[in-house]
């Protein structure tokens, strides 16, 4: 962050602090149709044209550290094989092998020279070239070089490897706009992978991200963890294009320290923002991730069915010393599975709330602007013409956008 970043933060908080209402000229927000959550042929446009079309965070380089290395990731909704070729360039294919459409791999990783459909054993080289056919004899007239893997988009930022079926989507950075820019001071290519889990939930996916892109619940959620620290009196919002966004939430006091951070490495560029207060950045359209000067959690939100989910969350760290990695994290990840967990209680009952009679919509008000940023970008994801008249949501936020 500059100093004029940092400065205009520190303003909001301060105004955040002591309003009494909206700031002038803030829009009411509608509510947001119940079907958006529930609607079989709405959950069917948002799996075709968002999950689908954007760029998806699909592991990180310290799992193919090695040339031949590669990766399985279904978690998109197809299955992508992810690999590091002989010159070190990481790729990314559909496991589909182009005879019969059989898979390349079924283990979730492995080294390999290339890949041998196990089925009818046509071989490829790690760049996707289709080398060699069983029986070549009977393919008469067989081009090989119209029979190579079909790629998908892949791109790093750091050490994060995402992918996008849509080849013809913007670049990863251009995508994420100032979202990449800001995380340059976590220097994400020094970044160590430290640890992945995986919580499966019985909601929605839109229910438990609802709930990290806000501090209304706080009181109610996490009065014995969070709620003891953080003020969400203060929190200042920054909404950014794609459906971006940055949410800044101060410290009750302005000495505390995460006493889970004490004693761990840290990132020296890290600027004064993240040191002083709680920073949490939405990657549109399925990742928060609230970094430190120590090290970061990255929390990502697949839909595993319309009312069933995953959430992973994927913690990264400076790089480690001659020691290894510290004991001290496995200390901040059990404290951050007990604040998880609260956050998870509901979940099961909040779906099973949304498809009674009862849920007819969901009224936000202004600490709760980012869900209703989020709801105009999917709108335009899956494009206005598509979403039916009565599930649609008004776009009313665009005067509050930060083009950065």
């Known amino acids: 962050m500059d100093s004029a970043t940092i400065e205009r933060i520190r303003e909001g908080m301060a105004f955040e602090a002591q309003r009494k209402a909206p700031p002038e000229g803030f829009p009411e927000l509608p509510d947001i149709p119940a079907g958006r ?11 075709e044209r968002l999950w689908k079309r954007s760029w998806l965070y699909a592991g990180h380089s310290d799992q193919l550290p090695n ?18 070729d002989m010159g070190g360039t990481i790729r990314a294919y559909y496991n589909t092998c182009r005879h019969r459409g059989a898979p390349l791999v079924k283990a979730d990783k492995g080294n390999d020279r290339g890949f041998v459909c196990g089925y009818h054993g046509w071989s490829y080289t790690l760049d996707g070239k289709l080398v060699a056919v069983r029986d070549k004899r009977d393919f008469v007239g067989l081009d090989f070089s119209c029979k190579s893997l079909i790629p998908v988009r892949c791109e790093t930022l750091g050490g994060w490897i995402f992918v996008n079926e ?13 979202v990449a820019k800001e995380l340059q001071q976590f220097q994400p290519d020094n970044l ?5 889990r995986g919580y499966d939930v019985e909601c929605n996916v839109k229910v438990l991200l609802d709930a ?10 996490h009065q014995d963890t969070v709620d003891r620290f953080l003020d969400h009196r203060g929190t200042t919002i920054t909404l950014w294009p794609g459906g971006h966004s940055r949410m800044t939430t ?28 709680n920073v949490s950045y939405y990657i549109f359209p399925n990742i928060v991730m609230p970094p430190s000067a120590s090290g970061m959690p990255m929390l990502v939100f697949w839909p595993t069915s319309k009312r069933t989910m995953r959430i992973e969350c994927h913690w990264f760290s400076p790089p480690f010393g001659p020691e290894g990695r510290s004991p001290l994290w496995d200390k901040r990840i059990a404290n951050f599975e007990r604040i998880l967990d609260e956050d998870l209680q509901f ?27 989020y709801h105009e970008e999917l709108d335009r994801k899956i ?14 936020l665009e005067q509050w956008v930060d083009p950065a």
């Not at 009679?357 to 008000?365: A, E, H, S, V």
């Open 37 to 47: 959550y529930t609607n079989s042929d709405f959950l069917d446009l948002e799996d």
């Open 67 to 84: 040339p031949g290395d590669w990766i399985l990731n279904r978690s998109t909704g197809s299955p992508i094989l992810i690999a590091r």
């Open 192 to 196: 160590t992978l430290v640890d992945s």
């Open 347 to 373: 979940a099961p009952q909040i779906q099973e709330s949304l498809e009674s009679p009862g849920f007819k919509g969901m009224t936000l008000c202004y600490q709760e602007r980012r869900i209703y940023h």
């Open 250 to 277: 101060p410290n009750r006091r302005p000495d505390w320290v995460d006493p889970g951070t004490i004693g761990m490495p840290e990132i020296p560029t890290v600027t004064e923002i993240p040191r002083t207060s």
């Open 383 to 396: 494009g206005l013409n598509r979403v039916p008249a009565d599930l649609r949501v008004e776009p009313k």
């Open 212 to 221: 990290f892109l806000e501090v209304y619940h706080l009181k109610s959620i």
């Open 166 to 178: 849509d080849p013809d989507a913007d670049d990863l950075v251009t995508s994420l706009g100032p």
